[in-house]
């Protein structure tokens, strides 16, 4: 009998063992499958033989060895099962923790079992009940406490639904999960499991009862489709982020945002009757070579502009798609469309740019803009580079954008398009953006939507009415096309709604007679009649909440506050004020859901003018077109013109009312989605901080909002709240109750902290975020035992606090070296982590690192070095990074992107105006032109550095040139107001360039004057106080810098005539890398260490960071035991309002002791020297990096040098 050879055993010569691929380079992935002993026979069955095969199968492409594992718990006889199988288990899952590996977890249960309750969650008395009732083991629950970890995301509940055993057969359902009394108490005290999770990794799913197995006599069930398929797509999700590093495509939110902008285009394009005219002209525009500039599609409310640009968009992108449309020279047409307002949230910016991005494929989810600004001018590079693929943008209803992004569509929109790009919107006319676009030099192009013809006119009456078996006759019809407003296709859409719903005849024609002219007019005339119709009320009602709402509202969420109707309308403003606060205190009471009968009534007479996203029982219900919601806010909302105090009063009692219903609904739902998306706002509106504070500082709306990279909106919400200070003050306070909550375990509690520390350095408040952080990096270490792929993300973290710590003051000086040494010694620790991890996300993270490592270590050459490392050292090492940075971009991850940037990172490290730092300078150049375009602020900073680099040797001419792209680049990317624009404009009006632009003849006498040289010193230092941040930042330089590049270069310039007239100008800094915005100066000489120059660049701008009473001191000791007491030593008199004042050092010191007293894994074992690197090779600069680090954390614990600093000091 043959038998198969374990693989080691198989000899390496063997034919078998020779054509089978090797697999010593592959990762292993451990699935833990978890179910009730008792039951699921069938749903185990489907994942053995259908979803396994095929996930296997899919992880061989990807060089992953899957290896599954069944995990069966409780049972109706616990004494009979065998403890050897449940040991071996929990011994797996604990080392793959150990290990720093997350499991895979797939948990099945149903709505009867529910989830089984750990100890700490809840009585002792209710889990012991659980125990009992199902059979299951203290081992059980130490098992299956690995797939309920919160900080494994790899973990997917699928529950089943109980609907089919209705079914079964009385004898047969004993072969189920019973639902025991047990499971019931657990379910009535919350949903605690839902609340731990997001919903996100839940899948509920349905089944069909098919008899007992004819066999084995097991129940069989047959599990619908998503089971399967759900299941297949979360293991492959997760094993592509855990295991290798790439991001899903599919279930992002852009593409979601797609598939409802689809579902949209599709509705809306059916309804378009004629306008083959303004269609023939969109596409005309579209393949013609020659056109730069968009084009504008113009007309009032209701005129057909949003369903023609769904017509055109869906007849462009079939014609795209099967390569009929020309213009497209070689290359396939992408069309990207989005209708502001079609959807939630699409009336806000951001995401629609950042889907662009993500359509486009120019950013990976890593390396998305983390705010509005950044990605606006990334799209802008997009639209405005000759080597973008070719791109048709629609885009309806651009005035709709929120009113603070309005001024942002000149930033992201180039004044020149690219000839392969073209860009179609629609608009009000003289719209804040309409107007912004007109008072370009470039004008856009107009198309005015014309009024219906006739024949159109009539085809939409034929069709509307045809609906309900209605027509008019000839002289109807004629009477109704004589109004003026019948031109505009909503205004006559609405008319036909009002006659149809006439049963006699003979009042059609006054009807017609007696239809408003004007869209808002006959709008109005149509809330008046919803108001005298039998349940007006209600109608009125939910008219008026779909208007206060954020996006919309759910039909169930609409009949649970219908219900009520005793409360449901705001009093009147003659009503006594004791009726007004008892009606308010009744409105909030709770009541059942309106009765079917009174809302079928509501939709049936609201369903022609509403819109539905999904199902109409499930989904979400608002304005088909927003002409009837400024119609409801002209009516209930605004003060008529002719409105007396009363009118006035009850206005405003109207908007409190509304959104005061709708907070106090939302406060106590349970869908964590709906209730961010809602009650925040709704508090805004109120300017309800108190209650806004307390709903931002719930977990779950925090998980909801919070972003590792920009938590934009959880900020705005804060500032609505008040100082970033008190944002800080509140999450200090929700954290200590977290601290005290005994269900919390360590790991949770670990990453809150964290989460909240880069909540608090997005606000600019890095003192704080050092405090949290600290705190964090500590139970990390003391009570989780410092897992590397934890403390990688931390010590990272660390380094970007004090860099941003370093960027408080206005130079550097050698009085910074201490937080400069941290800077480096925590970037060098997590290099050398972050190398252990293999995938492209921990690539580009490792890249990054180097890139900005590189930096902080040219910034230590700059302060003139210190014992430990020289300068010249400091240097040569900054070197090496940036070389192995280098490396990743180009060899590893194919991100040329961002290998350009490193190539310009390359050149500030080199000698200052040499020729090997021009040299890296063009080859970044070269690189982004390729990639960005000319119009990409990396382009804006090469533009500044090449120019330095002339300005240096003196040639000023071509120094000139290069400052006015610079500047002619950043007024297109960033606008004409903006600083760094103002200080690029600003260089070119010294002294020396507007010579130079007189003898050129360049010089703009009408909008700079005549201006005399006795003012030229004085205009010698135009904005010298602006800010190069964000991406422009600033190198150190010497003020007596003398020339070290090539001699040929210095030879060439130096026999230049042009320079001769030109004074020699002071240093200009160098505009470096995004990644460390240091604005800086050192001191003279460098060698002078008392010395310190002040710089002529202005303090980054931090948000409360000068005027709140913020010192780290005043907050006292932090959070239960974690906060070293020790760090209080410090002189608690010495307490200035202004802890940044530039003559006030005195802050380095408050976290010295930090690195002395905490040494993290110290005493244990070695945290670097033990990690095995996988997946990148680097050769002998591995043991280098270790080595470094390996001697950071030995010289930090042997050496009290922080603590001579500080007395050398004072």
Known sequence: MACALPEQSLSKNSPKNRHRPSKENWRTVKLFITSYNDDFFSEREVLRKQVLPDLKAWCETKKVRLQECSVKWGGRHPDKRDMTDLEKIQTAIENCYYNNVMPLFINLTSESLGWIPMWGEYDDEMVEDFLEAYGLLVEDLEVMYGAYREDNHNSLFVIRSDTFLESVPEEEKCNFAYRARASDRLQEMGYKITKKFPLNRFLQYSCRYKGLDSKKRKPKVEVDDCFRKRILDFCKERISIDYCGEFPTSNNPYTLSKQSQNTFLKRKSAMVIGREDILDKIEAYITHEEKDVPLLLLGGPGSGKSSILCKAAELISSKAQKRQLAGCAGGQWHVFYHFVGAVPGSTTLEPMLKRLLSEMEVTSESSMPKNLEAAAQMVCSLLSNPNTKPLIIFVDALNQVAEDQAALVMSWLPRKLVPQVRCVFSLINDTPQHLTLMSRETKPLELQITPLDMQSRKGIIEEMLGRYRRSLSESQVEKLLAKESSENPLWLSVACEEIRLIDDSSVIDSTIDNLADGLLNLLEQLLTRFEGERGGHLIVATLCLLESSNAGLLESELRHILGNEATLMPPSPFDEKEEKETSEKESVKQSGLLTECKWNRVFSTLKPFLRPFGESTEGRLDFYHRALSKAVRKKYFQKPEDAGDADVDGCADAFYWWHKKLADFFEGVDNVDRLV???????????????????LCDWSVFDKLYHEEFSSQLLVYWRKVGSSSEMVDHYKVALSALEEDVAINEELLSIRYEKVCRVVIQAGKYLEALELLKTAMKIEERELGARPYRMVELYALMAEIYDEKLKLSDFVSPSQLPDLRKTITYGRKSISLRKQFSGNYHRFKLAMSLMRLAFSL??????????????????????????????IFQEQLNDMGHYAEALMTKGVLAPRGSMEQLKYYNQAMDLCMQIYGEYHILTSRLYINIGIVYEDNGDYKKAYEYFKKWARVSEEILGPEHPKTLRAKGVLKELRYRQIAQQLGEWDYEEHGHQSSANDDDDEDVDNGEIIDYYDDIVQAWNDIHLHGDNNL?????????NENFPNPPVREVAMNASNENNVEIALNGSNANNVVDSNVANNDQDDSSSDDSDINDHGALMNGYYDEDRDNVDEGNNDDNEFEDNDLSYDDNFEDYDEQYILHLDNEPVIDEFNVQGLDYGDEDCEIVEMAER????????????????DTN
């Open 677 to 695: 998306e809602e009650y925040p706002y709704h508090l805004v509106c109120l300017e309800d901080k108190y209650r806004l504070a307390k709903c």
């Open 858 to 887: 040219e910034s230590w050459e700059a302060c003139g070095g210190a014992p430990e490392m020289t300068g010249e050292e400091a240097l040569a090492e900054g070197n090496k990074y940036i070389d192995m940075a280098l490396k």
């Open 1050 to 1058: 210095q030879a060439e310039l130096n026999n230049q005539d042009n």
């Open 1192 to 1207: 950071d954390v030995i010289y930090n614990y042997h050496d009290n040098r922080y603590a001579s600093d500080r007395s």
